[in-house]
């Protein structure tokens, strides 16, 4: 839901639309973040195997909110 919510925000009218779907991109990341580390405290998976993919999605989570800012100051 990650991509999707950040082209529909591109394909609404406005910055303000935009804003509202990166913040709702960005709460499915943290979403994401939380499935995965419940997958590892019931032992589904090892830590070593999640690590790569915390770090990729803390990384889009930086990615998404310096997108964010850029809107805002552009709006300003």
Do not use: W
């Amino acid at each position: 839901s990650i991509p999707s919510n950040i082209a529909e925000g591109c394909g609404r009218e406005g910055d303000a639309e935009l804003l509202r779907f990166l913040e709702i991109a960005n709460g499915s990341t943290y979403e994401l973040e939380t499935q995965l580390e419940i997958m590892v405290k019931l032992k589904f998976t090892d830590e070593e195997k999640v690590a790569p993919l915390l770090h990729r999605i803390q990384h889009l989570q930086v990615m998404i909110h310096n997108y964010r800012n850029y809107i805002k100051q552009k709006t300003k």
